[in-house]
């Protein structure tokens, strides 16, 4: 992944990266001179001044997450717009013949500032009809996820075989936001790089060949689809 970025925008992205614990301790000390409990973390469910300030530093990273996005060697310009194009468009790491860089400090799609900008706003829209919700992660083609999906009936969003590559495609952002929140979830970023050994697709140099490769995926939709079809029956019983 290091050779998707500049020597320069590597340095960029280290350092607004290391500044985020930065950003979270003197949030911390801003909410507890205004009176806010100190409680656990966010990884514990606190909802006090440390996961207050964890959750800025979510944010935050979000923010990076974006900058990294426009500020990588696969950037390109928009003549059209007179406006940086992202560094993944579509699903995919794509070839360019050339790249722009923009600054990090500039106040364009490729400025720090900008991104947090957009963070927030997405924030705003989505908060305006608050509704308290829950993430988690769990594998749709397990009998143990029965109880933690409860009354989900549809999926909408099959495996795509070979076409694309999600878990490769989390690298690119995963190392950056590792960098950032794994002080604040630990277990969530474990690995230095995302998991893939379950990733329901068949690439050829995971399974040592095209044919094993699509065996792993066939019994795996074959699993899936058969656990899935059980959770209808029974909700509709």
Same mark, same amino acid.
């Given at each position: 992944? /290091?050779?998707?970025?500049?020597?320069? %925008?590597?340095?960029?992205?280290?350092?607004?990266?290391? #500044?985020?614990?930065?950003?979270? *301790?003197?949030?911390?000390?801003?909410?507890? =001179? !205004?009176?806010?409990?100190?409680?656990?973390?966010?990884?514990?469910? /606190?909802? /006090?001044?440390? !996961?207050?300030?964890? !959750?800025? +530093?979510? &944010?935050?990273?979000?923010?990076?997450?974006? #900058?990294?996005? &426009?500020?990588?060697?696969?950037?390109?310009?928009?003549?059209?717009?007179?406006?940086?194009?992202? +560094?993944?468009?579509?699903?995919?790491?794509?070839?360019?013949?050339?790249? !722009?860089?923009?600054?990090?400090?500039?106040?364009?799609?490729?400025?720090?500032?900008?991104?947090?900008?957009?963070?927030?706003? *997405?924030?705003? =829209?989505?908060?305006?009809?608050?509704?308290?919700?829950?993430?988690? %992660?769990?594998?749709?083609?397990?009998?143990?996820?029965?109880? *933690? @999906?409860?009354?989900?009936?549809?999926? =909408?969003?099959?495996?795509?075989?070979?076409?694309?590559?999600?878990?490769?495609?989390?690298?690119? #952002? &995963?190392?950056? @936001?590792?960098?950032?929140?794994?002080?604040?979830?630990?277990?969530?970023?474990?690995? @230095?790089?995302?998991?893939?050994?379950?990733?329901?697709?068949?690439?050829?140099?995971?399974? +040592?060949?095209?044919?094993?490769?699509?065996?792993?995926? @066939?019994?795996?939709?074959?699993?899936?689809?058969?656990?899935? #079809?059980?959770?209808?029956? %029974?909700?509709? %019983?």
């Amino acid at each position: 992944m /290091g050779d998707l970025f500049t020597h320069r %925008q590597l340095a960029a992205l280290n350092v607004f990266s290391d #500044l985020v614990q930065e950003a979270i *301790v003197r949030v911390r000390e801003n909410a507890l =001179t !205004a009176g806010w409990e100190d409680d656990v973390g966010l990884d514990q469910g /606190g909802a /006090g001044a440390i !996961a207050y300030a964890q !959750a800025v +530093g979510v &944010y935050l990273a979000c923010a990076i997450s974006r #900058l990294a996005d &426009y500020g990588c060697s696969l950037a390109t310009w928009r003549p059209k717009d007179n406006a940086m194009r992202s +560094g993944m468009p579509k699903q995919a790491l794509q070839m360019s013949w050339d790249f !722009a860089e923009g600054s990090a400090f500039a106040q364009s799609s490729s400025g720090f500032v900008e991104c947090a900008d957009v963070v927030a706003k *997405v924030l705003e =829209t989505a908060l305006s009809g608050y509704v308290k919700g829950e993430a988690f %992660q769990c594998s749709a083609a397990t009998h143990g996820s029965f109880g *933690v @999906l409860g009354n989900v009936v549809v999926s =909408t969003d099959p495996p795509y075989y070979d076409n694309i590559g999600y878990a490769d495609l989390s690298d690119f #952002l &995963y190392v950056w @936001l590792r960098r950032c929140l794994r002080p604040i979830f630990s277990g969530l970023y474990a690995t @230095l790089a995302v998991p893939k050994a379950e990733e329901l697709v068949a690439i050829p140099y995971r399974h +040592g060949g095209k044919e094993k490769a699509e065996a792993f995926f @066939l019994d795996g939709m074959g699993r899936q689809s058969s656990l899935w #079809l059980c959770v209808l029956i %029974q909700h509709f %019983q």
